[in-house]
């Protein structure tokens, strides 16, 4: 832009123009145009002056002037002038003034029109990204309505107006063909302030986006009647939504549903066809897996607390479509419910179940020496190994079906010895493994888990603090460890003498360094 041709109060409207269509501020338009001259003016005066530019807000007319500051001592002959310099200048300046000389205006040549032009356009540009920024940071979560400016492989280009916006292709709904010109509707997930200016991600596929879609679809969910307690999607192809109602006269589902299916097949519509089942949520964890296995029919649930997982047992003919076409309708349930879901059969549950009690009998039979109904008896209970047998209290073993305070004694006689066997023979091979004093005395596992270590190399303490999660877990599955959290809590008592020995070498370190001060 040539500004020296153009009369002041032309420039003053050319501001108010681009003010106006790039929706900044007017101020930050004349401030682009004042550095604009400034910097023409010092490609002509010298690179090395401190030229500034003013432009008058009413007038427009411009104002050239070369400063110098008045300093004590002069470093910069360009910039600044000594003290006694500024005392003989009409009114005299003290340091820190500046001098003023008015310099005549620019003629702009075509490179200074162009060099101008250019940094008008950066700055203006600079400030709209700012608008943009300031404008959409605090959008994140909403919905937004755009037009699709330019459709490529691996993204998508959204209009909204006031700002650009980017849809990548795993933020795209499966199979959709978005073209130019098509109006769309996404979620905005993030915005991030970047070199080339503020970048607005928009998504169709994440889960808030379908949970903000029954938000806009259903009033009774907008108001807080109705509460959205989780969202499992696989975009394209099938969700499960869980609702909760908070006022016992309505029913969630019905409300979610609509007249006719109005409200859900909005929703569905704009998901193109995304299979969306509406499920209503239970505060217990077992109901509410059974709700989202739907339209399974389930027989039993057996929750385990400690390992977050649940064992699902359906019918024989239950059993496709509980698991769904690829392991669907499991796997959203599980994302639904936070729960990992097993589905067995009745029979497959049986058979485990008959399994689990043979092999469980046949170990108190070896260990105590009993007939196996007496085993049997045990087992029904609830016992697993020996050592329970051992620590529980006479007067409870007593009252099992059969059992009296003689049989209770023997028993407990019987456990102790074995317990007490096995000890000796598990550290007599503990021994022959030279496994470390550190590792026997770490008190975070059983014996029998510290030999199944030991036949697998780990020998110290160290090794066994090297080893992860999983690896634990593999290792001791058989001596009931199953948990990851209960494994990542054993790894780190055995690497906590690691972190005592980093402090006890700090110490010192600090003690010298406070003696030296």
Known sequence: MDTSSIPGLELIQVADVVAREKSIDREEVMAAMEEAIQKAGRAKYGLDRDIRAMIDRKSGAITLERWIEVV???????????????????????????????LPPIEFGRIAAQTAKQVISQKVRDAERARQFEEYKDRVGEIVVGTVKR??????????????????????????????????RAYIIDVREEPRGPQIFLSRACNEFMAKLFTQEVPEIYDGIIEIKGVAREAGSRAKIAVLSNDPGIDPVGACVGMRGSRVQAVVGELQGEKVEIIPYIEEPAAFVVNALAPAEVSKVVMDEVTGRMEVVVPEDQLSLAIGRRGQNVRLASQLSGWYIDILTEAEESERRQEEFRT??????????????????????????????????????????????????????????????????????????????DLRGFEYISLGMMLKLAENGILTLDDLADLDNEELVELLSEHGLEDDTEAGDIIMAA????????????????????ADS
């Open 360 to 437: 469980r009998s046949s170990r108190f039979i070896e260990a105590l020496n009993i007939d196996d109904v007496i085993a049997h008896l045990l087992v029904a209970e609830g016992f697993v190994l020996p050592e329970e047998i051992a620590e529980t209290p006479i007067n409870e073993l007593a009252t099992i079906q059969g059992f009296d305070e003689s049989i209770a004694e023997e028993l407990q006689a019987r456990a102790v010895e074995f317990v007490e066997r096995e000890a000796q023979r598990i550290n007599e091979a503990l021994d022959s493994l030279k496994v470390s004093d």
């Open 495 to 514: 690497r906590a003498h690691w972190f005592a020995d980093e402090e006890a070498e700090a110490a010192p370190a600090a003690d010298s360094e406070t």
């Open 151 to 184: 459709a490529e492989s691996y993204s998508i280009t959204v209009d909204l107006g006031r700002a650009e916006a980017v849809i990548r292709r795993e933020e795209m709904i499966p199979r959709e063909n978005l073209r130019q010109g098509d109006r769309v």
């Open 72 to 102: 004590e001592e002069v470093e910069d002959d360009e910039t600044q002038m000594s003290l006694e310099d500024g005392t003989k200048q009409t009114p005299p300046l003290a340091a820190g003034e500046f001098w003023r000389q008015s």
